[in-house]
């Protein structure tokens, strides 16, 4: 299957406002610190050797990756922090999921709501919009001369991957959930690295806004990501190439 790919923009857009890369960093830290709660070791925690292969997959230098996992047993030995994930509505019939990651579920609770309301969207119930997607680990893979597509696909395949879909610059790999981080090792212990590397919610079907409301929800996806509890924000929208999301 091939088709044009967002991910050169995607790529091309992180890190371009020191201010976007620093709040991501510092989500990505709490990420790792967290995972790396009771056992710093990712030889033998799968969770947090995920959540670095998403960091690094954003760039994050490893010297910041390991003063987060040091964290984890300082400033983070007496904090609880629990993942919470909310589902709701943007302008037009968009559909959100947000996952979070707080040790005040009031005050998260309290802000996502608030945000969702202030740029014409509204909290749903639990369900509400989750049925909409599917949750699919994905392994993006820069497409180069050095690794075609019979490669990928044979490694993928040996990995126990799902699918491959081959794109113009780029392979994506779709794994089961629990598979991840099997397929994850796999690929890396053949040289491959990875430009996305996350299990996320995919939506099934995406919806396309007019120009008013595109801005509006890009407006809302900027407020979201601004919340500091907030870790990923999913939706269903097809934005422009240059708007598109992680």
């Known amino acids: 299957m091939s088709g044009h790919s967002k991910w050169h923009n995607i790529q091309a ?5 020191d201010a976007a890369r620093g709040r991501i960093f510092t989500k990505l830290g709490r990420e790792i610190a967290v995972a790396a709660k009771g056992n710093p070791n990712p030889d033998t925690n799968s969770k947090l050797a ?6 690094k997959a954003n760039n994050m230098p490893n010297d910041n990756i390991q003063r987060c996992i040091k964290k984890a047993a300082g400033e983070l030995g007496n904090a609880t922090y629990e993942t919470l994930v909310y589902e709701g509505y943007g302008v037009g019939g968009s559909a959100l999921i947000i996952n979070t990651l707080t040790d005040n579920k009031n005050r998260t609770a ?6 969702l309301s202030k740029c014409g969207g509204e909290l749903g119930n639990s369900g509400c919009v989750s049925y909409m997607f599917t949750n699919r680990g994905l392994l993006v893979v820069e ?15 040996d990995a ?3 699918d491959v879909v081959v794109l ?5 790999v779709y794994t089961d959930p629990a598979a991840f981080s099997d397929v994850r090792k796999y690929l890396e212990g053949k040289g491959v690295e990875f430009l996305e590397a996350d299990v996320r919610m995919i939506p099934q079907n995406k919806i396309t806004l007019n120009a008013e409301n595109t801005e509006k929800f890009l407006k809302l996806l900027d407020k979201l990501e601004e919340l500091d509890d907030v870790q990923d ?4 929208v097809e934005l422009p190439d240059d708007d598109e999301e992680e």
């Open 160 to 162: 126990g991957a799902d």
């Open 50 to 55: 995920d959540v670095i292969a998403k960091a």
């Open 233 to 236: 924000v999913y939706h269903n």
């Open 143 to 157: 497409r180069t001369v050095d690794l075609d597509e019979d490669t990928i696909t044979e490694y993928a395949i």
């Open 110 to 115: 309290g802000d996502v709501r608030s945000t």
């Open 13 to 17: 857009k992180k890190g371009k406002a």
């Open 168 to 172: 113009d610059d780029v392979y994506e």
